[in-house]
């Protein structure tokens, strides 16, 4: 077994010879976490993650659940059941490190083309998960909401998730968001639309403004799991300079381990959003 300590602003992740209780309060400043030392995976001992230089806000394509489950010799079914599994450490693994916002592409716009017993079973997980996992998003200070079309949502689902966003709504550890019946194209019309209905004129930061994807803030790093490397209408406006990182594991086996190594892919990269050097970026014009 291997554990993470905290050292100075960086997480080392070390062998379990030097177990240390601060593995329980990473990062520091966090609400109480729910981990125990039962949970923790190995982690390998070159991972090392600067609690300095964080991505705020992270975005995760969870592609590979169906073939997952195809190489157990199982329906699609099971995949996507063993894929909420990885949600649940995946959100704590952020919540733990501190990442403010992690949006998550649950159901897309175009999923509603999938057989009719895999989108039920779908929604009935997605419903599950919003109960199953409601006392932790709240004793974890997680706020919860959802984008996309949701009045396509079966009511049963559409229930739960609205008492959720309710309940968690003033909690601010970090921000979940469920892209729910989401596309990003149609998430930029939708909202053109709504300005024009209003008589907003349509500017770069009046569409900014409005748009439920960049509530949070622009999307700093976008996974996708599963080996493909396209954004399929995710985040599309939310990501204009998200780094990608697109990794060929299946979603169901993602863990914390490999959302660290995506973190410090990500703190690998010179981030020069338009400018010939990264230098400071604390001028960057907030439409980049
Ligand atoms: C893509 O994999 C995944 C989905 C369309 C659904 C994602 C759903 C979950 C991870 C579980 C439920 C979500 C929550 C938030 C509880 P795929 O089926 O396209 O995989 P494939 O490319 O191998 O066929």
Same mark, same amino acid.
């Given at each position: 077994?291997m554990?993470?300590i905290?050292?100075?602003?960086?997480?080392r992740?070390c062998?379990?010879?030097t177990l240390?209780?601060?593995?329980?309060t990473?990062?520091?400043?966090?609400a109480p976490?729910?981990l125990?030392?039962?949970?923790?995976?190995?982690?390998?001992?070159?991972?090392?993650?600067d609690?300095?230089?964080?991505?705020?806000h992270?975005?995760?394509?969870?592609?590979?659940?169906?073939?997952?489950?195809?190489e157990?010799g199982?329906?699609r079914m099971?995949?996507?059941?063993?894929?909420t599994t990885?949600?649940t450490?995946?959100?704590r693994?952020?919540?733990?490190?501190?990442?403010?916002a992690l949006?998550?592409?649950?159901?897309?716009?175009q999923?509603?083309?999938?057989?009719?017993?895999?989108?039920?079973?779908?929604m009935?997980?997605?419903? %599950?998960? &919003? *109960?199953?996992?409601?006392? /932790?998003?709240?004793?974890?200070?997680?706020?919860?909401? #959802?984008?996309?079309?949701?009045?396509?949502?079966?009511?049963?689902?559409r229930?739960v998730?609205v008492a959720?966003?309710?309940?968690?709504?003033?909690l601010t550890?970090?921000?979940?968001?469920?892209?729910?019946?989401?596309g990003?194209?149609e998430?930029?019309?939708?909202t053109?639309?709504?300005?024009?209905?209003?008589?907003?004129?349509l500017?770069?930061?009046?569409?900014e403004a409005?748009?439920?994807?960049?509530?949070?803030?622009?999307? %700093?790093? &976008? *996974?996708?799991t599963?080996? /493909?490397?396209?954004?399929?209408?995710?985040?599309?406006w #939310?990501s204009?300079?998200?780094?990608f990182?697109?990794?060929?594991?299946?979603?169901?086996?993602?863990?914390e381990q490999?959302?660290?190594?995506?973190i410090?892919?990500?703190?690998?990269?010179?981030?020069?959003f338009?400018?010939a050097?990264?230098?400071?970026?604390s001028?960057v014009?907030?439409?980049?």
């Open positions: 077994m554990n993470a905290r050292t100075s602003h960086r997480v992740i062998a379990a010879s240390n209780t601060d593995f329980m990473i990062p520091s400043s966090a976490i729910l125990s030392s039962q949970t923790a995976t190995c982690y390998p001992a070159s991972v090392l993650i609690l300095t230089r964080l991505p705020k992270v975005a995760i394509i969870m592609d590979g659940n169906g073939r997952w489950a195809m157990q199982e329906l099971f995949g996507h059941k063993e894929g990885s949600v450490s995946t959100v693994a952020a919540r733990r490190l501190g990442v403010e949006t998550l592409f649950a159901f897309s716009e999923n509603w083309n999938r057989p009719e017993p895999e989108v039920t079973a779908l009935q997980l997605l419903h %599950d998960y &919003l *109960i199953s996992e409601r006392e /932790e998003m709240i004793q974890n200070q997680i706020r919860v909401r #959802a984008i996309g079309r949701r009045n396509k949502l079966p009511t049963f689902v229930e998730l959720l966003e309710r309940d968690t709504s003033h550890g970090m921000t979940l968001t469920l892209a729910l019946s989401y990003g194209r998430e930029l019309i939708d053109a639309a709504m300005l024009a209905r209003e008589g907003v004129p500017t770069m930061g009046s569409i409005r748009l439920p994807s960049m509530a949070c803030g622009p999307v %700093d790093l &976008l *996974i996708r599963g080996g /493909e490397q396209r954004i399929s209408n995710f985040v599309l #939310a204009a300079y998200a780094e990182v697109f990794t060929s594991e299946l979603w169901p086996n993602f863990d490999a959302l660290f190594g995506a410090k892919e990500f703190q690998l990269r010179d981030r020069r338009g400018r050097s990264s230098g400071d970026v001028d014009d907030p439409l980049y």
